[in-house]
């Protein structure tokens, strides 16, 4: 089932000489990329590997942005699109991949000499393995996996996480998440793969105290002492022995990637209209968490373009390609989800802000002192981690930032905390911002999409 030329996206030649006049992406291992071998691969070489990717036949399922001034974002897409060519050479060097869990900090894998990958970075990982599908066969076999994961663990678990991708083989050599943070079924699908297929893959659980954590200090020095666990147990895998100096190296490196990401988004937030679409603003963001390319020093270098080029919009009054000048803003809520950027957009609105994974991104680590200590405080302190009165009041600060006009509450079928949380959050979020609300529980079957999409229509039409 092959795809249609006429409906692959090019990038056009106009932007090719300032694009090339751009900076190199340094890679963790010292290599620099070039904006000249960046542009091939984009040009030439992506779109023959991956031509689902660069399909525009169906404008809301669109994966490349036509806004093609972000030079950040090409190279973004660059970083997306060669992950199984880089960890490939990585793990030849005998760099092992650690699967973690979405909505915490990746320092301490990197720091132990690993790669630390969440679950939606797995899921680009497995995808970018085979080549040549199109836009139906790429959805397909996405159906197809995820079914699988289903039958295998549970139809009641709002993500699979990965399950279905480290059990066909993707060689992930560790799952280490960290239990209970912000999802209740991160114990249970580890669990999971001790009586599946593969049972060479090393399993770790951190375990990650509640109740007011942030306030008590045996919770935090035990906490520590489970990180030190943890990097002695990828230590066993790489035979070196990681030290403190390691991880304070590796904090101060992703805390300049916190800190770019916060100046950006308070740069973006300042703009009369938004300096870049939805998506574009999502891809900005999720390089702030220093681990969606498999690579933060990659990430870190793109970021640092992205906030210059930001602030140049904002200065010059550039608006984001496709977005109103009116445009309704959204702020959304809630763990793994976010409506199509691009239909929010059609109908009048922009999506401003996320509190999921915003959360560890906004917390900046102490850089003198104990590095266990320093990072295992920062951890407990997540305001996504919170009790419920206390993360909706920083969620509600988050939003009067982002100039928000309506909250957006979305969580997944059989997500049994946020969706016990949700009306609690909202509630209180209100209370706070008096902002009008909606709840609406994402079908992670896809069965719904249009439901929600013309529910949120609806939303934003009100607003």
């Not at 970083?79 to 900090?105: C, E, W």
């Not at 132990?112 to 969440?118: K, Q, S």
């Not at 805390?255 to 999502?282: C, F």
């Not at 059609?346 to 200590?373: K, R």
Request: overall charge negative; charged content about 25%; proline content about 4%.
């Amino acid at each position: 089932m092959g795809t249609n030329e006429s409906h692959l996206f090019r990038y056009p030649e106009a932007i090719k000489e300032e694009f090339l006049a751009g900076a190199d992406i340094v890679l963790r291992d010292g290599t620099r990329v070039a904006p000249a071998e960046i542009w091939a691969y984009l040009t030439e070489e992506g779109p023959a590997k991956y031509p689902h990717i660069y399909d525009q036949s169906n404008y809301f399922g669109r994966r490349i942005s036509g806004d093609v001034g972000l030079s950040y974002a090409l190279k973004a897409n660059y970083l997306l699109m060669t992950m199984n060519d880089r960890i490939s050479r990585a793990k030849a060097r005998g760099v092992p991949v650690v699967f973690v869990q979405g909505g915490q900090s990746v320092d301490p894998y990197y720091a132990a000499g690993a790669i630390g990958l969440r679950p939606a970075s797995t899921g680009i990982w497995a995808r970018r393995k085979e080549t040549g599908l199109s836009r139906n066969e790429e959805d397909l076999r996405g159906q197809k996996r995820r079914q699988k994961a289903y039958n295998e663990i549970s139809i009641e678990v709002c993500n699979s996480a990965g399950y279905e991708h480290i059990q066909d083989g993707l060689a992930v050599d560790m799952i280490a998440p960290f239990s209970c943070l912000r999802c209740s079924d991160v114990s249970y699908g580890l669990e999971a793969h001790r009586h599946g297929q593969r049972q060479d893959v090393k399993l770790l659980l951190i375990d990650y105290p509640l109740d007011h954590q942030r306030d008590k200090e045996w919770a935090i020095t035990y906490f520590a002492d489970n990180l030190r666990r943890l990097t002695r147990s990828i230590d066993e895998l790489t035979g070196r022995t990681t030290t403190a100096d390691d991880l304070s190296a590796e904090i101060k490196l992703h805390n300049e990637g916190r800190r770019l990401a916060v100046e950006i988004a308070d740069l973006w937030w300042s703009a009369p209209v938004p300096p870049t679409n939805g998506k574009d603003r999502r891809d900005i963001f999720q390089m702030g968490g220093m681990e969606v390319h498999a690579d933060p020093t990659a990430s870190l270098s793109v970021l640092r373009e992205a906030r210059d080029l930001i602030a140049k919009r904002v200065e010059t009054g550039v608006h984001g390609l496709g977005v109103a000048t009116d445009a309704s803003r959204i702020f959304i809520c809630g763990s793994c989800v976010s409506p199509n950027e691009y239909r929010v957009e059609q109908a009048g609105g922009i999506i401003v802000g996320n509190d999921n994974h915003w959360s560890d991104i906004t917390t900046i680590v102490e850089e003198t002192g104990d590095p266990y200590y320093n990072l295992a405080k920062a951890i407990l302190s997540y305001p996504y981690e919170q009790p419920i009165k206390e993360r909706a009041r920083w969620t509600a600060e988050q939003i009067k930032k982002s100039r928000a006009d309506g909250v957006l509450f979305l969580y997944k079928w059989g997500c049994n905390t946020q969706s016990a949380a949700a009306r609690m959050i909202v509630d209180e979020i209100k209370a706070q911002t008096g902002l009008p609300t909606l709840i609406i529980e994402d079908d992670m079957q896809r069965s719904q999409t249009e439901q929600m999409h013309n529910r949120i229509s609806a939303f934003i039409e009100m607003l």
